[in-house]
């Protein structure tokens, strides 16, 4: 999933303005990882969960509901936020949450200024090799979202000639393009929100978003207007997020080195699959259960 820039309002919000959030942007593209963030940390938000002396650091922009934002008291949650504290509650370690800008957010890992990052950091090759990886915390597709009752639209190809809505700026717009069969099919909106209220009000045949952005606003919006209570379909468009046979995914990302970290994180992380904790936080943000893909890797 590609990192989308959102607001760091709360859903509440967002909901009730129907749409004051930041233009999307694919949720594990990044900038470059080797700027120095000249943002100092907000260190106001700290989580501790299992009453140890140990204390691990995690950094986030917390600017990306659901994976990290700030709640109406200024506290990081989110998805990741849960996913470490369980892990730490499994592995017995307590997470101090820091908010920084995204610009730069990893060199400070070198220096041991916080212990890892979360909040939408996309495995790929060059993270690998530059940092300590943890397994998949979430896996994260560009899908094609459809009306589940629209069965017009029930193949890519089916798509030619329908009309397609997308988050102004999107990084899947020339694929969108291609699907629908020209620009002149194509309905940009301000923000994701936008667009994934207008499939659910029947404005566009489909949207090409983030599985985890559309789940996430779906869920929402359904909760606060019933009239909007439709079910969606998707196809995958997996040719855009697999890299070498492996399904894309956010992960942690810690220094170059700490194994001992990652080892505990990694640990934790296969114990809340396998015992149904990370299944029940996956629901909790995103309203639907987590893939059988994303609860193996």
Known sequence: MKRTLLTSLTIASSLALFGCDKPSEPTNSTPAETATSTQAPDTTNQSTTTNTEVVYTMAVDSTLPPLAFKD????????????????????????????????????????????????????????????????????????????????????????????????QGSYHKDRAVELAGGNENIAEYPTSFLAVQALLKGEVDAIVEDNNVVLYYANNIKKENPAFDKELANINIDELTKMDGKASGNVFVMKKGNKELTDKIDAGLKQIKEDGTLSKIYEKWFGVEASAELLKN
């Open 72 to 167: 109406e008291k200024g506290s990081a949650i989110g998805y990741d936020i849960d996913v470490i504290k369980a892990i730490g509650e499994k592995q017995g370690f307590d997470v101090e949450v820091i908010s920084m800008g995204w610009d730069g957010i990893f060199e400070p890992l070198n220096h041991d200024t916080y212990d890892l990052v979360g909040s939408g950091a996309g495995w790929s090759e060059e993270r690998a090799a530059a940092y300590d990886l943890s397994g998949i915390i979430i896996d994260a597709r560009v899908s094609v979202f459809h009306l589940k009752d629209n069965t017009s639209v029930n193949s890519l190809a089916a798509l030619k000639g329908k009309k397609i809505g997308i988050p």
